[in-house]
């Protein structure tokens, strides 16, 4: 199974940037669908941002027109640039790959039931 590594976590105040890298230890090509999801303390994970083969991204609406997703297939590299971060950013940050979204979904609240590759999480904290 192909490993995924986030990197690119830290320290912010609000308004700063960050661009989280989610490296794999093989070929991300045959991943349909790449995805970023965060989880604060106490709170359900959430998708934030997608990205299919085709190209095609969903955003959430909290991150929509701030957080850019990307993949580049030659570096076998998920990315996700934030900018203009708040306090509510705060949480750790998981990239996640599959054959679908909801494969991947269903791989993290159904554990078994579907197959798809999850990284460890970085951190991001934003300070007002």
């Known amino acids: 199974q192909v490993r995924l590594v986030e990197s690119g976590g830290g320290s912010v105040q609000t308004g700063g940037s960050l661009r989280l890298s989610c490296a794999a230890s093989?070929?991300?090509?045959?991943?349909?669908?790449m995805a970023w999801y965060r989880q604060a303390p106490g709170i359900r994970r959430e998708l934030i941002a997608s990205?299919?083969?085709?190209?095609?991204?969903n955003y959430a609406d909290s991150v929509k027109g701030r957080f850019t997703i990307s993949r580049d297939n030659a570096k076998n590299t998920l990315y996700l640039q934030m900018n203009n971060l708040l306090p509510g950013d705060t949480a750790v940050y998981y990239c996640?790959?599959?054959?679908?979204?909801?494969?991947?979904?269903?791989?993290?609240?159904?554990?078994?039931?579907?197959?798809?590759?999850w990284g460890q999480g970085t951190q991001v904290t934003v300070s007002s």
């Open positions: 990205v299919l083969s085709g190209g095609d991204t």
């Open positions: 996640a790959a599959g054959a679908s979204l909801p494969a991947i979904s269903t791989s993290y609240y159904h554990p078994g039931k579907a197959s798809a590759s």
């Open positions: 093989g070929s991300i090509l045959s991943f349909n669908a």
